[in-house]
Structure formats: C-alpha cells, structure tokens
C-alpha cells in the first residue's frame, strides 16, 4: 500500500500565528482529504481535495497530485484550532476502496 | 439529520466475550467503513462496504465481522475479543466511493 507521511508530527504556536502543515504520498493518490481531530476525538472533514486549491475562511489547502503532495494553511490560529490534522487518499492504482491515513501533525495553539 | 451515529461510545470487554459495535448513517450513502485508531498512529481501515449486501476487507480485518443488510446500518462485530482489540472505532460513509468522508464520533473499546 501507499505510505503517507505528514510533517511536523508536532506543533506549539501562539494564537494569531499562520501555519503550514504538509502532506507527502509515496505513489499517486485520489480522494486527497484533510480533517482535524479535536480534543474530544471528533473527526472533521476539513477539505476534500484530490487537486488544486480551495479555502474556507482561515484555511485553505493545496493538492499538487503530479508531486504527490499536499498542505494546509492555517492562518490567524485561534485556540480552537488545537487537535490533531490528519490527511487521508486512496491509492489510484487499485486495491481496498478505503483511505490511508498519515499518523496526523498535533498542533497546540497557546493563548 | 444525525449524520453518521455510532454506539455505543464506550465499552468494557473481558477478553473472549463478544460484541456488536453499530453504526447508522441517515444521510442514503452508498460507501460505509470501520477504522481503528491506535495510540500515535493514524486510522487504519477494518472493513467496508460499497453498497447493501457487498462487502469487503481492509488491511486490518483479522478477528473482525462486518455485514450490510440495510443502506443505513454496518455493524461491525467482535467474535472473540483480545486485548490487541483495545482502541478507539470510528465509522465512516460517503455518497459514493471516492467522494467527502464522514464520520461518527467513535467508540472508544477496552478489552482487558
């Protein structure tokens, strides 16, 4: 199967700090999707995104499928942003119609 | 609307014992999936399930059951519980194959 690999794995900023978080895939990908665990455990679509950009309010992402890549920014961090990032695709080549998850990057947004 | 409801939330096992974690979506989606998450790992896919009547394994199925009689409901089962089974559940669907994923809010399972 297809290794994702996020970085940091780890992140402490200050409120009003701007973010980047980054998605590596080692072979070609669909689905590309990012979602953010809170500190309760929920799990929340944040942009699904095979290719190309979208925004919503103070985030935004990035896919380059071509590069195997992907990244999240995250501007104006205010504490609610605090949790776990997870980015998530399916191997385009075939195999289980599921999503391979990175291990996430824990983003810690102090007052 | 609920979206993607399981239960229960939390669960004791001794090991051995078995159990049904549910899972219902009212949203008619086609795709259902279960995933397990470990400590420091991301979620790794159990089962799933493309449409009523069909489904299939993921990379993790070993001591797990999973069948789809309904659009809405996927339950995944625990034959014989071990404590290689501890972890949180969650359970996902989306429209189609392929497309926004949705999740419920997990069941967290202890088999001591």
């Known amino acids: ?17 701007n973010s980047t978080l980054r998605c590596n895939f080692s072979d ?3 689905n590309l999707q990012w979602f953010h665990q809170n500190p309760w455990g929920q799990l929340i679509n944040l942009f699904y995104i095979p290719s190309g950009t979208k925004q919503n309010g103070r985030l ?11 990244l999240l920014y995250i501007s104006s961090s ?7 990032y997870f980015c998530a695709g399916k191997y385009s080549g075939g195999g289980a119609d599921g999503l391979t998850f990175g291990k996430g990057t824990h983003l810690i947004i102090q007052p | 609307n609920a ?35 470990d400590p420091g790992m991301g979620l790794r896919l159990i089962h799933y399930s493309v449409g009523a009547g069909i489904t299939d394994q993921g990379e993790v199925p070993n001591g797990y059951n ?12 625990l034959l014989s519980a ?10 996902a669907s989306t429209q189609v194959v392929g497309t926004e994923a949705f999740f419920g809010q997990g069941t967290r399972l202890t088999v001591v």
């Not at chain 2, 014992?17 to 259902?32: F, G, I, P, R, V």
């Not at chain 2, 999973?66 to 995944?76: A, G, I, N």
């Open chain 1, 60 to 70: 935004s992402a990035t896919t380059v499928a071509t590069e195997r890549y992907s």
């Open chain 2, 82 to 91: 071990a404590p290689s089974q501890t972890s949180v559940y969650f359970c």
């Open chain 2, 3 to 37: 979206g993607v409801t399981q239960t229960p939330k939390f669960q004791v096992l001794k090991t051995g014992q078995s159990m049904t974690l549910q899972c219902a979506q009212d949203m008619n989606h086609e795709y259902m999936s279960w995933y397990r998450q």
């Open chain 1, 78 to 84: 205010q504490t609610t942003d605090s949790g776990v």
């Open chain 1, 28 to 30: 070609s990908v669909n």
């Open chain 1, 1 to 17: 199967g297809i290794q994702v690999e996020q970085s940091p794995p780890d992140l402490i900023l200050q409120e009003g700090a």
């Open chain 2, 66 to 77: 999973v069948s789809r009689s309904t659009t809405e409901d996927f339950p995944l089962r």
